[in-house]
């Protein structure tokens, strides 16, 4: 009787226990308030889901690494999409959002809208959530044009010249970036070298999602493939003499100062089509400036706003 009831009272506190551990491991914790909207550990962890499914090379980061980056990347969907509800009507359905959908999940390798939902479901996410962000995210681009785009400077002259520097030979550099903000010029060193004396101990993508503010933090820092001719004279004399894995010095613009690491060069040997050339340097040109625009009028808005961090 007694080792009866001794069994009974080692599996209730062995039962209690379970459920003191699942009821704290399922616990609602705020871990940022911005203004009246707050972000949960639950909203934090369906962004990591978020960010490796979209970039699965995410996942060989340190998960306080990752946990940097979805924090940032939820800050900045909820100030953009606050800022958005000024301007348009959100859950509307887009054609445009459609075709961006459509060319992230063939990017990803998906034949399918459908393949690419049990994708998403496999990787616990609800296909709605990331249309949203979608939305967010495409609203928020056009609000920066219809903002902005009386301000681009394009000259095609200039852009022409720099193509026909070089006509059989093209160098393309893919770069990684890190884009941090300053307040007076003296900072703009001291960070740089914290910035190289992180390096010593950490990879350059755990660097990104320390000092980065550019969106391109939600993928590592990492760029697309670049024709140097496009590249600003400012850019390129601070990169022309990098090899790969090289850092550049800092290169000041209008929404920061950046820093550029060389992952790759390749040179494409071809007789150049000057028109789509300038097609393309056009369209580099006008997307830099817009993503300048872009930051500056974020951190307009992130500045206003009163945000506490948990």
């Known amino acids: 009787m007694i080792k009866r009831y001794f069994y009974l009272f ?7 226990n379970y459920i003191h551990t699942f ?5 609602i914790k705020i871990i940022a308030k911005i203004g009246n909207d707050i972000i949960t550990n639950f909203d934090l962890e369906d962004e990591k889901r ?7 090379n995410l996942q060989n980061l340190e998960n306080e690494t990752l946990t940097k980056i979805a924090k940032e990347s939820l800050i900045r969907e909820n100030i953009k999409k606050v800022e958005l509800l ?8 887009n054609q445009f959002f459609d075709n961006t959908i459509m060319e992230i999940y063939k990017n990803l390798g998906f034949e399918s809208l459908e393949k690419f939902k049990n994708y998403l479901n496999d990787e616990k996410l609800k296909y709605k959530n990331v249309y949203m962000k979608i939305e967010i995210e495409s609203l928020w681009n056009q609000l920066i044009y219809s903002k902005y785009n009386e301000r681009l400077i ?35 060193n001291l960070k ?7 390096l010593k101990t950490n990879s350059f993508s755990e660097i990104v999602a320390k000092y980065s503010i550019s969106d391109s933090a939600k993928n590592s820092g990492s760029l697309d493939w670049v024709n140097e001719n496009i590249l600003s004279n400012r850019i390129k004399n601070k990169i022309k003499n990098l090899n790969i894995d090289e850092v ?57 706003k009163i945000i506490n961090e948990y």
């Open 50 to 56: 978020y960010l490796i499914a979209l970039n699965k």
């Open 248 to 304: 550049s010095q800092p290169i000041i613009i209008p929404s920061g100062a950046l820093i550029l690491k060389v992952d790759d060069i390749k040179f494409v040997k071809n007789e150049i089509n000057l028109e789509k050339e300038l097609e393309k340097s056009i369209q580099y040109e006008i997307n830099n400036q817009l993503n300048n625009y872009s930051i500056i009028h974020y951190n307009k808005i992130k500045n206003k």
């Open 192 to 198: 740089y070298d914290q910035i190289l004396n992180d």
């Open 154 to 188: 394009i000259n095609k002259k200039d852009l022409e010249r720099e193509i026909l520097k070089n006509k059989k030979k093209q160098k393309f550099i893919k770069f990684t970036e890190i884009l941090f903000s300053f307040d007076k010029k003296e900072e703009i």
């Open 86 to 93: 000024k301007y348009y009507d959100l859950g509307q359905k």
């Open 23 to 27: 009821s704290k491991a399922n616990e």
């Open 10 to 16: 080692f599996f209730l506190f062995l039962l209690l």
